[in-house]
């Protein structure tokens, strides 16, 4: 299931890199200026990685915690 959480996440920030990219093609001229406003060329790589790191960080941090609830849970 962690794995799955994982990819999920990467999924669903790579899905936003790519409106992004859509967004700055749609734009036409104004592409280049709408992505040079960020002026970080890493910036999608940047942004994965960060949402990479925050789903790992998340589902370690929080494991034990989602388990005491589960358990609670299925006592009630």
């Given amino acids: 299931m962690n794995f799955l ?3 999920f996440c990467l ?11 859509w967004v700055a ?3 036409g001229d ?3 200026a709408f ?3 960020q002026g970080y060329v890493w910036d999608t ?3 994965m990685l960060l949402a990479l790191i925050g789903a790992i960080a998340s589902l370690l941090t ?3 915690i989602h388990d005491r609830q589960l358990t609670v849970f299925q006592k009630t």
């Fill in 5 to 7: 959480v994982v990819c």
């Fill in 11 to 21: 999924a669903l920030s790579a899905f936003y890199e790519l409106i992004e990219w």
């Fill in 25 to 27: 093609v749609l734009s």
């Fill in 30 to 32: 104004s592409a280049t």
């Fill in 35 to 37: 992505l040079a406003t």
């Fill in 45 to 47: 790589q940047s942004d």
């Fill in 62 to 64: 929080l494991n034990k």
